[in-house]
């Protein structure tokens, strides 16, 4: 079992930046791929971006260029930095480790982007 710990959500204004940290509750396997989702009020969890454990990156559409995730094996970490928040990027944002057939979550952040 893996259990994920999201921090650094918040309250900012639009145009504004964040960095979402997930840490992980044991030692990742370096080919295992994590990934960032998000949920807003009313709608479904949409994915927003994902990592190999290569260190391939892959994002959704409407944050691509404004949004970098990151990795770090040594210290089971995978990071999301968000630039030029807009109001339709509130929402909780959850780290995802897919590991075969299991998907683990962590418990949400909440980012909220308003002025």
């Known amino acids: 079992q893996v259990q994920l710990v999201e921090s650094g959500g918040g309250l900012v204004q639009p145009g504004g930046s964040l960095r979402l940290s997930c840490v992980a509750s044991?030692?990742?396997?370096?080919?295992?791929?994590m990934g960032w989702h998000r949920q807003a009020p009313g709608k479904q969890r949409e994915l927003v971006a994902f990592?190999?454990?290569?260190?391939?990156?892959n994002y959704a559409d409407s944050v691509k260029g404004r949004f970098t995730i990151s990795r770090d094996n040594n210290k089971n970490t995978v990071d999301l930095q968000m630039n030029s928040l807009k109001p339709e990027d509130t929402a909780v944002y959850y780290c995802?480790?897919?590991?075969?057939?299991?998907?683990?979550w962590g418990q949400g952040t909440q980012v909220t982007v308003s002025s």
């Open positions: 995802a480790l897919y590991r075969g057939t299991i998907t683990y």
């Open positions: 044991r030692s990742i396997f370096s080919i295992e791929t």
């Open positions: 990592i190999s454990g290569g260190g391939t990156a």
